[in-house]
């Protein structure tokens, strides 16, 4: 009986730290809306990332500028289906159909990994002059991403905001095989990222 109790406490103690450590969050103690002079302040732009659950990163990247956040929403994603518009374009057409102006939305159609959402997104900081950015995706992606984005844009500050309720990805994400797949999945390309290998 013993070894159960045991068993089920590692288990616990297992799932938790994996679930707080692949959600990143800057916005622990933030209210909804930003305060100037602290580190919830306001950004240059929030850069929501496809792949997963696009349409709820668009959301949550969508929420984070009607509140106020930022002034300039960037979407990176290259088309999964070629003959179609690419993934960026299908945010940027998402928030324009939430009321966002198209004018403050730039796209980048090209990355079709976490790295070259990164390679691409530094870019369009340096063009900008952006320094301090907001980074959305899916709750189970935001470690790596983060990593991802810090190794490229050194010189930016990368705050991150995780989905963590999406049609991939919850609390109980532990209750389904997609959720060990993914963060299983997650972790081995974080080790990947540490040696070296691109992803």
């Known amino acids: ?4 109790i045991s068993s089920l406490v590692f288990v616990a103690v297992f799932i938790t730290l994996v679930s707080i450590y692949l959600q990143p969050n800057n916005f622990v103690g933030c209210n909804s809306t930003p305060s100037e ?21 668009t959301d949550a990247g969508i929420q984070l500028y009607k509140n106020g956040w ?23 057409r998402q928030a324009v159909e939430a ?27 340096a063009i900008y002059g952006y320094d301090d950015i907001i980074l959305v995706t899916s709750g189970y ?15 930016v500050n ?3 905001h995780p989905v963590t309720q999406d049609s991939d990805w919850g609390m109980l ?3 389904t095989p997609r959720g060990w797949w993914l963060s299983g999945g997650e972790l081995v390309k974080i080790v990947a990222f540490y040696f070296g290998v691109t992803s």
């Open 1 to 4: 009986m013993r070894w159960v």
């Open 37 to 57: 002079g602290s580190e919830c302040a306001k950004s240059d732009a929030i850069v929501v990332v496809s792949g997963g659950d696009t349409q709820s990163r």
């Open 70 to 92: 930022a002034d300039t929403l960037i979407f990176s994603g290259a088309a999964q289906d070629k003959t179609g518009p690419s993934n960026a374009e299908a945010m940027r």
């Open 99 to 125: 009321g966002i102006p198209i004018s403050a939305t730039i796209i980048d159609e090209d990355s079709e990994s976490t790295q070259q959402n990164a390679e691409n997104t530094k870019a369009i900081f």
């Open 141 to 155: 992606h935001q470690r790596r991403a983060s990593l991802e984005f810090n190794k490229l844009a050194e010189n």
């Open 158 to 160: 990368i705050r991150n």
């Open 173 to 175: 994400w532990w209750l």
